[in-house]
């Protein structure tokens, strides 16, 4: 695809491609299909729309699937509880399922980012899916089937200023590694989406704050070179976080390093000589305005919406500061309520028996699951 202000350079670069490849199919205009993507300018606006419906609606009858229902949101509360006891899916429906995730993919780096968290879940699951990884697609398909007309819609406010947003979710995973999100935008919609699995194991959460902004960090720095290499130049880049350790951390390297964080690898403070050379703003973001965390956890109700619509470009960046304080249930749940006390309890039978082992096992267990019980009914 090309795009040039003027048609003279359009068919100039035509012209000499089709003389060392032949004869090429050529279309022009403000709408185009492209790679299963409905590709359209709009003038009006200077916003460009991206539409893959009938690539999803192909996605969905190949499956065999039942998504006529239609969920809310691409998953439910416990997309990263993995049930050690479901039943392993046959050889035909794994490979089913393997085919159609690695379809999902594609869309979600495409046009549904919205979808991203939950595909990159059910990624990890593909050389072992379950029953219950099984009943997790269908809710994604039943997700894609209610929101097929959904587009997303990209948009600059100026091409010399950006924005990303980083978080990590600590140790959801069930061999307790941490899962990275991380999102950019011009002003409207965002680009270079960012959800995936952490590849190493943290022992705190601002150890996983730190590895995940390292992660995501290059997609800034490449982004303003790719920018500056079309002749604009960033004179605000802003790099925005919701931990406020990790973000002295990464400013001030080893100078901030306390007891709980100096093992941490160097390499993670390589972060502080790019900000500085690269001109990136380290920029405190509090957590109901943490777009990354649309990558990181499976949000529920007005809080999902409201990160959709800025995410898909449906509302300005800027609603992110307007919009009103979304209720704290709709986030993924109490983290003491979220917390699986019979699995833990399983678990802790097949280590040794410690001091502290034994402390979990008679105090601080019974105390959680009462504190559990009284939460649940209602009690403060």
């Not at 419906?53 to 039942?66: F, T, V």
Request: proline letters at 3%; charged letters at 25%.
């Amino acid at each position: 695809m090309t795009l040039r202000s003027g048609d003279t350079v359009v068919t100039d670069i035509i012209e000499k491609i089709e003389a060392k490849f032949g004869k090429m199919t050529v279309t022009r205009g403000k709408h185009h299909v492209f790679l299963s993507m409905d590709i359209t300018f709009n003038d009006n606006d200077g916003t460009v729309t991206i539409l893959m419906k009938e690539y999803l609606k192909e996605a969905i009858a190949n499956s065999g699937m039942d998504a006529s229902k239609v969920a809310p949101t691409p998953a439910e509360k416990d997309l990263f509880t993995v049930d050690n006891g479901s039943e392993q899916l046959d050889k035909r429906q794994g490979e089913i399922f393997h085919s159609i995730v690695a379809k999902l993919l594609y869309v979600s780096k495409r046009a549904r980012t919205d979808a991203q968290l939950a595909i990159a879940f059910l990624c990890t699951r593909v050389s072992c899916s379950t029953e219950q990884d099984w009943k997790k697609l269908i809710r994604l398909l039943q997700y894609f089937n209610g929101t097929l007309d959904m587009p997303l819609i990209l948009g600059a406010d100026s091409l010399a200023k950006s924005k990303s947003w980083v978080d990590a979710a600590y140790a959801v995973h069930d061999d307790m590694k941490s899962h990275t999100g991380g999102a950019t935008s011009l002003g409207r919609g965002a680009i270079m989406c960012k959800s995936t699995k952490q590849k190493l194991n943290t022992k705190s959460s601002t150890e996983a704050e730190v590895v995940g902004s390292s992660d995501y960090l290059p997609n800034t720095i490449w982004a303003r070179m790719f920018l500056a290499e079309q002749g604009y130049k960033l004179t605000e880049n802003i790099f925005y976080q919701d931990n406020q350790s990790a973000i002295r951390l990464e400013k001030n390297g080893r100078a901030s390093c306390g007891q709980k964080s100096c093992h941490i690898d160097i390499r993670y403070f390589f972060m502080q000589d790019l900000f500085e050379s690269e001109g990136i703003s380290v920029v405190y973001c509090p957590t109901d305005e943490m777009l990354a965390d649309f990558f990181t956890k499976p949000l529920q109700g007005s809080l999902f919406r409201k990160f959709r619509a800025v995410l898909l470009g449906h509302c300005h960046v800027n609603t992110l500061t307007k919009s009103p304080l979304p209720p704290s249930e709709e986030r993924v749940e109490n983290p003491i309520l979220e917390f699986d006390l019979e699995l833990a309890d399983r678990r802790l039978r097949c280590q040794p028996r410690t001091k502290c082992t034994n402390r979990w096992r008679l105090h601080l267990l019974p105390r959680m699951r009462q504190f559990s019980k009284r939460a649940s009914s209602g009690h403060q």
